[in-house]
């Protein structure tokens, strides 16, 4: 499916380059005035992933881009169904650059493979969308 972002935009991704995904949720316990709750522990808990691969120069532009250095690396999205006043339901939408290394000038972006040098030192074809890629919790 085609990929969206804020306002109307797309997500640019070339075909089997990139990891793209929805998930829905059912945030039946967050009040409507507290929304912005869900996009906050989203965002965090991608900023601490990245953090966990020991990424350096991991930023949030809040709310939803992960970028390191001056470089996006991942775009997130949510979009909430709202029923009497109550979130029905949200759909969480993330984009992660992966492998992709070519983008529009306009958009500074970067992969994952291209971040996690420090990780993966002794080849930029190891990456986390390799099979046999698996980190263990620490």
């Known amino acids: 499916t085609a990929g969206r972002g804020q306002r109307g935009k797309g997500w640019i991704s070339d075909k089997g380059k990139n990891i793209l995904g929805s998930f829905i949720f059912y945030p039946s316990f967050l009040p409507l005035n507290k929304i912005f709750l869900l996009n906050k522990a989203f965002s965090l808990g991608v900023y601490d992933f990245f953090h966990s691969l020991k990424i350096n120069n991991v930023k949030i532009k809040w709310s939803n881009d992960i970028y390191v250095k001056d470089k996006k690396l991942c775009g997130m999205l949510i979009e909430n169904s709202i029923r009497s006043s109550q ?44 099979p046999g890629f698996h980190r263990q919790a620490s």
Not at 105 to 124: G, L, M, Q
Request: hydrophobic share 30%; glycine share 4%.
């Open 87 to 130: 979130i029905n339901y949200s759909i969480l939408g993330i984009g992660l650059n992966i492998n992709q290394e070519i983008f529009p000038a306009d958009i500074p972006s970067s992969d994952v493979k291209y971040s996690c040098e420090n990780i993966f030192p002794t080849s930029r074809e190891s990456s986390i969308c390799q």
